[in-house]
Nanobody
Framework: QVRLVESGGGLVQAGGSLRLSCAASGIFTINVMGWYRQAPGKQRELVARIVTGGSTNYADSVKGRFTISRDNAKNTVYLQMNSLKPEDTAVYYC????????WGQGTQVTVSS
């Protein structure tokens, strides 16, 4: 059974930083890992993703502030979020792709102004 467990969310003031982690178990090889987020009343949107070889993609709204990385040996993906803004407030969901998408339960990130 594939399981994704996220950690690292919380409350931070604008301009602060948070680091999200997501560890996948029950799966040996993951092609893509990444993060989506969903703010209240809005659609879920891609934040960042990283493929096995290390190539990354970011939403325009987070470029230059967020950095995604992964440890393939640990099947873990990280999202370093710097210079956080109130509009970054959302539930952040980790996902992993290997023939199909797997999702974490989500972790709340709240940025106060």
């Amino acid at each position: 059974q594939v399981r994704l467990v996220e950690s690292g969310g919380g409350l931070v003031q604008a301009g602060g930083s948070l680091r999200l982690s997501c560890a996948a178990s029950g799966i040996f090889t993951i092609n893509v890992m990444g993060w989506y987020r969903q703010a209240p009343g809005k659609q879920r949107e891609l934040v960042a993703r990283i493929v096995t070889g290390g190539s990354t993609n970011y939403a325009d709204s987070v470029k230059g502030r967020f950095t995604i990385s992964r440890d393939n040996a640990k099947n873990t993906v990280y999202l370093q979020m710097n210079s956080l803004k109130p509009e970054d407030t959302a539930v952040y969901y980790c996902y992993a792709t290997r023939y199909q998408d797997y999702w974490g339960q989500g972790t709340q990130v709240t940025v106060s102004s």
